[in-house]
């Protein structure tokens, strides 16, 4: 299977029900809200699951791509697919494990953005970002995006930061966090 990304390009994915892409509308939504904000950027995609937002990243000149994901075999698909895009300027990494783990061994390096689409009842969305905080993994001039069902979906605080903003795409939201200023 596949998807196609910015510049008209093409991506595989993996078959079935493993990792859920996120829609082209709401890939093409974050995109244009984070607007020349992505060329040189530091990005962290967590629980990449297809990949899509990093290789959207790259397509889109970031200078570095961290993707966080727990399948093996997504895991090799999201490093063929961004061997594939990445130009010889930018750095990728892929990250095979439990996204609380992993998210350790990048206590030291932050990030200007972070999107984190984690399954929606999986009960990772506060201890996620909670240890996004713990490591300091946010750019204080960075912001995340956290895709959610909107449905049941309770606002979760996290000390020093607010919610920029929220929208929503059908039977998908995006809520968006940045240091309180």
Not at 57 to 62: D, G, I
Not at 80 to 94: C, P
Not at 115 to 127: K, R, V
């Amino acid at each position: 299977m596949s998807l196609r990304i910015y510049g008209n390009r093409q991506i595989k994915t993996l078959p079935g029900q493993e990792t859920r892409p996120t829609s082209a509308r709401v890939r093409e939504a974050v995109f244009n809200i984070w607007q020349g904000e992505v060329v040189g950027c530091r990005w962290l995609d967590l629980c990449t699951g297809t990949g899509s937002m990093g290789a959207e990243a790259l397509c889109r000149e970031a200078s570095f791509v961290v993707g966080i994901e727990k399948s093996s075999r997504a895991c090799a698909v999201i490093q063929q697919n961004w061997q594939q895009i990445a130009q010889e300027n930018q750095k990728w990494q892929v990250l095979r494990g439990d996204v609380i783990q992993q998210l350790k061994h990048l206590s030291g390096q932050q990030f200007d953005k972070i999107y984190f689409d984690p399954p929606y009842a999986s009960g990772l969305y506060q201890p996620v970002l909670e240890a996004i905080a713990h490591y300091q993994l946010l750019d204080p001039q960075g912001e995340i995006a956290v895709e959610h069902n909107p449905q049941g979906w309770t606002d979760i605080v996290i000390p020093n930061w607010e919610i920029c903003r929220e929208k929503v795409y059908g039977n998908t939201a995006l809520t968006f966090y940045r240091f309180a200023e």
